[in-house]
């Protein structure tokens, strides 16, 4: 059975930094490409970034957090990271991780959204002074 468990959210003050986490069970995500979404009150998740398979070696990040956060994978840990930094009040939202369990992305282009199918419950991440 796929699952995500993500951790690592938290209060941060601008321009901090934290790295989420997405354990990944039940599957091998060296194989499968991952993505992170992020979600405001009232409104759709949005991708901000993601990462092919390992085979395709690719990763891709939306513009408004390019240059500030990076993803990354560690296959021993069949984990999945959000290193972000330089954050800023309008990156507060519940952050997701996700993959796509029938393994339709192939490639470098990993920001094929709609075939995320297979989430995590989230966690908070809050940007205030």
């Known amino acids: 059975q796929v699952q995500l468990v993500e951790s690592g959210g938290g209060l941060v003050q601008p321009g901090g930094s934290l790295r989420l986490s997405c354990a990944a069970s039940?599957?091998?995500?060296?194989?499968?490409?991952i993505g992170w979404f992020r979600q405001y009150p009232g409104k759709e998740r949005e991708g901000v970034a993601c990462?092919?398979?390992?085979?395709?070696?690719?990763?891709y990040y939306a513009d408004s957090v390019k240059g500030r956060f990076t993803i990354s994978r560690d296959n021993v840990k069949n984990t999945v990271y959000l290193h972000m930094s330089a954050l800023k009040p309008e990156d507060t939202a519940v952050y997701y991780c996700?993959?796509?369990?029938?393994?339709?992305?192939?490639?470098?282009?990993?920001?094929?959204?709609?075939?995320?199918?297979?989430w995590g419950q989230g966690t908070q991440v809050t940007v205030s002074s």
């Open positions: 039940g599957f091998t995500l060296d194989y499968y490409a």
């Open positions: 996700a993959t796509d369990p029938n393994s339709r992305i192939r490639g470098s282009a990993c920001n094929v959204w709609h075939e995320y199918s297979s």
């Open positions: 990462i092919s398979r390992s085979i395709d070696g690719s990763t």
